[in-house]
């Protein structure tokens, strides 16, 4: 061991009449831990908020939406041949979606309908995944009696089937093989106004994707029931797609742009949610930076320890000078005792900070309004390399804390500080 470390880890220890300078030590050491701690926790909390959401968007949402300039695509299963053999898509499935207003005898609610495909929609949605009751193959119109009417009790009608966000599905007051009615404000025009067209369907589902926003205002019909609602005839209003690697979204949004042509429009779901993601990642910054001021502040803490050390081992310092001591060794002393304070707060609050988003991860004690957040528990994920970045930060920074005492022990003139002795 070098002396510069030996004597380093003797002005640690210090003795009684120097126990001050010891706690101020320790306390420099909490500060670090404490400040790498909340970095690790805080961005492991946004890194896990962002992928939940982005998991759950893209649970309801799809990778890539394809739509055409004016009514719709009429030609969608030439259109979904041609998607198809780009590379990178896995599956593909038409969807319609319109503003509609749901109603039952006692309630009524607006909401967004979206007409999907049985056969094809969990190719690319995870809906299935979602469902607390029913199934998507339902959808499809199953013979149904009709109510009882004066005329003839006894005939039967075809009744589409409709599922419901759990959210939308309370406020209607609803439940599982319940009525309800489609209300269209796009209806024939009369003399008297326009008169909104009317669909009746049965619930044969309710969703719940953990999303206040969807659950309390999406509800699906068939891709055949939506047609008929809203009069689109063979037609479409875009197809929906899936690809392997959700990050190269944009190039093969890109490149499908420019093999349909024009009057095509292809849109991504990063270039959908850009604004969101956008806003998430700058919030992770500015707490990465507010977090990493506790850090500074321990620093001045290590600041204020080393000069204080210094003052105190003015005799030693001119003795080790006048026994062969360089100024630059001298500095080597402070420098290493500085970081032996800084690293053992980082290396405590790493562990520190690990430890606890293990646990929040495993046991989701905190949980979060539905109506509030997108989420109902607090998310977790730790990334190496948001480790390995608060750590090196917290290293550099109690690093640069060290210099300045560094360089007042070294300027120390021995004949000046052994004068009086």
Do not use: H
């Given at each position: 061991m070098g002396y510069e470390w030996f004597i380093s880890l003797r002005y640690l220890k210090a003795r009684r009449r120097q126990g001050f300078i010891s706690l101020i030590s320790l306390i420099s050491v909490a500060g670090v831990s404490v400040?790498?701690?909340?970095?690790?926790?805080?961005?492991?909390?946004?890194?896990?908020?962002t992928d939940s959401l982005r998991d759950k968007i893209l649970g309801i949402n799809s990778h890539i939406v394809v739509q055409r300039l004016g009514r719709g695509i009429t030609d969608y299963s030439k259109v979904s041949d041609m998607v198809l053999q780009a590379n990178g898509v896995l599956a593909v499935t038409p969807y319609t979606y319109s503003q509609t207003m749901l109603s039952v005898p006692d309630a009524s609610s607006g909401a967004v309908v979206r007409g999907i495909d049985p056969a094809t929609a969990n190719n690319v949605l995870s809906?299935?995944?979602?469902?607390?009751?029913?199934?998507?193959?339902?959808?499809?119109?199953?013979?149904?009696?009709?109510?009882?009417?004066?005329?003839?009790?006894?005939?039967?009608?075809?009744?589409?089937?409709?599922?419901?966000?759990?959210?939308?599905?309370?406020?209607?007051?609803?439940?599982?093989?319940?009525?309800?009615?489609?209300?269209s404000p796009s209806g024939p025009l009369t003399p008297m106004g326009v008169i909104p067209k009317i669909k009746t369907c049965r619930i044969v589902g309710i969703?719940?994707?953990?999303?206040?926003?969807?659950?309390?205002?999406?509800?699906?019909?068939?891709?055949?029931?939506?047609?008929?609602?809203?009069e689109l005839g063979g037609a479409v209003h875009g197809l929906e797609l899936k690809i392997k690697d959700i990050y190269k979204a944009s190039a093969?949004?890109?490149?499908?742009?420019?093999?349909?042509?024009?009057?095509?429009?292809?849109?991504d779901w990063?270039?959908?949610?850009?604004?969101?993601?956008?806003?998430?990642?700058?919030?992770?910054?500015?707490?990465?930076?507010?977090?990493?001021?506790?850090?500074?502040?321990?620093?001045?803490?290590?600041?204020?320890?080393?000069?204080?050390?210094?003052?105190?081992?003015?005799?030693?310092?001119a003795i080790l000078k006048s026994m062969g001591a360089t100024s630059k060794g001298i500095m080597k002393i402070f420098?290493?005792?500085?970081?032996?304070?800084?690293?053992?707060?980082?290396?405590?609050?790493?562990?520190?900070?690990?430890?606890?988003?293990?646990?929040?991860?495993?046991?989701?004690?905190?949980?979060?309004?539905?109506?509030?957040?997108?989420?109902?528990?607090?998310?977790?994920?730790?990334?190496?390399?948001?480790?390995?970045?608060?750590?090196?930060?917290?290293?550099?920074?109690?690093?640069?804390?060290?210099?300045?005492?560094?360089?007042?022990?070294?300027?120390?003139?021995?004949?000046?500080?052994?004068?009086?002795?």
């Open positions: 400040g790498v701690m909340a970095l690790i926790v805080v961005l492991a909390v946004m890194t896990g908020f809906l299935s995944n979602q469902l607390l009751e029913g199934s998507v193959a339902a959808l499809d119109a199953e013979k149904q009696p009709q109510e009882a009417s004066p005329s003839d009790s006894s005939t039967s009608r075809s009744l589409p089937g409709i599922i419901l966000g759990k959210e939308l599905a309370r406020s209607l007051r609803v439940e599982m093989g319940d009525n309800i009615r489609l209300f969703f719940d994707t953990g999303m206040y926003e969807y659950d309390s205002s999406l509800a699906y019909i068939s891709i055949t029931t939506a047609q008929d609602f809203l093969i949004a890109a490149e499908l742009e420019k093999k349909l042509g024009f009057g095509f429009v292809v849109k990063i270039t959908m949610n850009k604004n969101l993601f956008s806003a998430l990642k700058l919030e992770k910054t500015a707490m990465f930076i507010v977090l990493a001021l506790i850090v500074l502040v321990a620093a001045f803490n290590i600041i204020s320890t080393l000069i204080m050390v210094v003052m105190s081992k003015g005799k030693d310092i420098v290493y005792e500085g970081l032996i304070i800084g690293l053992t707060g980082t290396i405590i609050g790493v562990i520190g900070g690990l430890i606890l988003c293990e646990v929040l991860s495993r046991y989701q004690f905190i949980k979060l309004p539905s109506d509030v957040y997108p989420i109902t528990t607090l998310p977790v994920k730790v990334l190496p390399m948001d480790v390995t970045l608060v750590a090196v930060s917290a290293a550099l920074i109690t690093l640069l804390a060290t210099l300045y005492p560094s360089w007042q022990a070294s300027k120390i003139d021995p004949a000046v500080a052994l004068r009086y002795e």
